[in-house]
């Protein structure tokens, strides 16, 4: 089910009768120029590809993005993109962790100092590291230092990280929802597609693959997220290659 490899992560799922990849990179131009016959060969087996969208631009202007994206293009396949992030979500994720570690770091000053007992100061310090974890540096901790990577999967087995994902709250949590959520859409309005390739931030793929094997829970979770939703995108794009580059075709 899973092969991890140098900071690359690859689940695979069945989604209604779709074989759907899910490979976590490090999105640099360097991660990109080692595994690039592993893009060529991935693409060429895939009907279409689901990329990251990068935060502030689209992913024909961000490096690591538009060199597979460029794959895609001389082979004429359709890219989709289900993360809902904007710089607007970015900002709020970042003031959430600001004032969380704001609030730990005056819990334990204060603490230090005797102005307030031990006990008492548990409970703001609980309040700013729950926040600060759940933002996407804490998030980013949790991944690499706590969960670990899986290298062996059975069928009926969640990764690693499921736990945490349910109890933190935070931007790369949402996006991991509408991301697996957009994945499911895919594969119900286009049942043509065989073989979905969705190449996204290893940090990422994890919970993606255990929202997609947990959707009841994963679309409960969702209604938390209305902040975000205000200033997100929430559709699905659907980007066919041209001449001269690619068009937004459809939204759904």
């Known amino acids: 089910m899973l092969d991890y490899d140098g900071g690359m992560s690859i689940l695979e799922q069945k989604v209604n009768s779709t074989d759907v990849k899910l490979i976590g990179v490090e999105h640099t131009s360097e991660f990109f120029d080692k595994y690039e016959p592993f893009y060529q060969n991935e693409v060429l087996k895939s009907d279409a590809l689901v990329l990251e969208q990068p935060i502030g631009a689209e992913f024909w202007n961000y490096p690591f993005f538009d060199e597979i994206s460029n794959i895609a293009h001389d082979m004429k396949k359709p890219i989709y993109q289900s993360d809902p992030g904007t710089s607007?979500?970015?900002?709020?994720?970042?003031?959430?962790?600001?004032?969380?570690?704001?609030?730990?770091?005056?819990?334990?000053?204060?603490?230090?100092?005797?102005?307030?007992?031990?006990?008492?100061?548990?409970?703001?310090?609980?309040?700013?590291?729950?926040?600060?974890?759940?933002?996407?540096?804490?998030?980013?901790?949790?991944?690499?230092?706590l969960d670990g990577p899986v290298r062996d999967l059975k069928d009926d087995e969640l990764a690693p990280g499921f736990t945490s994902d349910i109890i933190f709250y935070g931007m790369t949590d949402y996006r991991n929802i509408m991301i697996s959520k957009g994945i499911e859409k895919i594969c119900d309005k286009r049942p043509s597609i065989d073989n979905l390739a969705c190449i996204h931030g290893d940090a990422h793929t994890k919970s993606i693959y255990n929202y997609l094997k947990r959707p009841g829970l994963r679309d409960r979770k969702r209604l938390l997220y209305r902040p975000f939703e205000t200033c997100a995108k929430s559709n699905v794009r659907e980007y066919m290659p041209t001449g001269n580059g690619w068009d937004l075709v459809n939204e759904f």
């Open 88 to 145: 607007k979500n970015l900002s709020m994720d970042m003031t959430q962790t600001s004032l969380g570690i704001i609030l730990s770091y005056s819990a334990l000053f204060t603490m230090f100092i005797g102005a307030i007992s031990f006990g008492a100061g548990l409970i703001p310090f609980g309040i700013g590291a729950y926040a600060w974890l759940g933002g996407m540096s804490g998030t980013a901790f949790r991944n690499r230092m």
